[in-house]
């Protein structure tokens, strides 16, 4: 509501009739968005990808800001890298990308830059609901990259890109917690396990809220639990849409 004042507000542009003219751009507003309804054809098409953005199909983008030298991951990171790639992998070097792009439109984040920012300024927007090994489960992302691995014999390439997430995982949710809240209420522990996944086994962005929970049984919970809340309606999104804020600071360019 505050963005549609402001946007009509904007558009005024005779300063003696100011409401009158706030109305008929009120009103031209609503024909406009009654013919794109009805003949969706007549809208603009969608804006082309930031610089360096690469496209991976399916909807999801990798986005800026990246890493602009190669590096050799270490520590928890090598070693999930390497668990990710099989026996007998060798470790490839990588730079980070900060987002991803995921089909329902929203933007995944990640700890290496939204722990560089403020507070004030952070967009939280770096946990995932994801698939992995069967089940739903939830993690944040550390950062996502891509991997270059031997294409195998049976491709004409020499070599070919893994594009996938490092991921600090959340538990299992609370079971007793789950059958208290009829499935309403998803309580997780951040663990300290590191993961690889594809980008594609991405569902969404979610929040993870610290809380405290009492059960009835006046059980307080140990600290570090989180509560788990999806944005409401993602699965009436509009797939594919691309909806990438052009002056975000993250489209700048890539970093020394």
């Not at 968005?33 to 603009?44: C, F, M, V, Y």
């Not at 439109?105 to 920012?117: D, P």
């Not at 995932?128 to 891509?146: A, D, I, P, W």
Request: glycine share 8%.
């Amino acid at each position: 509501m505050e963005r549609t004042i402001g946007n009509l507000g904007q558009e005024i542009r005779q300063p003696s009739r100011p409401y009158a003219n706030l109305s008929q751009e009120g009103v031209r507003r609503c024909q406009v968005n009654t013919l794109l309804s009805a003949i969706p054809e007549l809208d603009e098409p969608s804006k082309a990808l930031p610089i360096g953005a690469i496209d991976l199909g399916d909807g999801f983008v990798l986005l800026r800001k990246r890493d602009r030298y190669t590096f050799s991951p270490v520590g928890g990171a090598a070693q999930a890298i390497l668990d990710y790639l099989g026996d007998g992998a060798v470790l490839p070097r990588i730079k980070w990308w900060a987002r991803l792009l995921l089909p329902n439109g929203q933007i995944a984040r990640s700890v290496w830059r939204e722990t560089l920012k403020p507070l004030d300024q952070t967009r939280m927007s770096r946990n995932v609901k994801l698939k992995y090994q069967g089940s739903v489960r939830f993690g944040e992302v550390l950062y996502f990259t891509r991997l270059s691995v031997d294409a195998g014999l049976d491709d004409d390439r020499d070599w070919r890109w893994h594009n996938v997430a490092l991921i600090q995982m959340y538990s299992h949710p609370d079971n007793d917690l789950l059958q208290l809240s009829s499935h309403t209420v998803t309580s997780c522990t951040r663990l300290e396990d590191i993961c690889v996944i594809g980008v594609k086994e991405i569902l969404s962005v979610v929040a993870m809220i610290p809380h405290k929970p009492i059960l009835p049984s006046r059980v307080v919970r140990e600290e570090g639990q989180f509560f788990m809340l999806e944005k409401p309606g993602l699965d009436l999104s509009s797939v594919g849409i691309m909806n990438v804020p052009a002056d975000d600071e993250d489209n700048a360019a890539d970093l020394e």
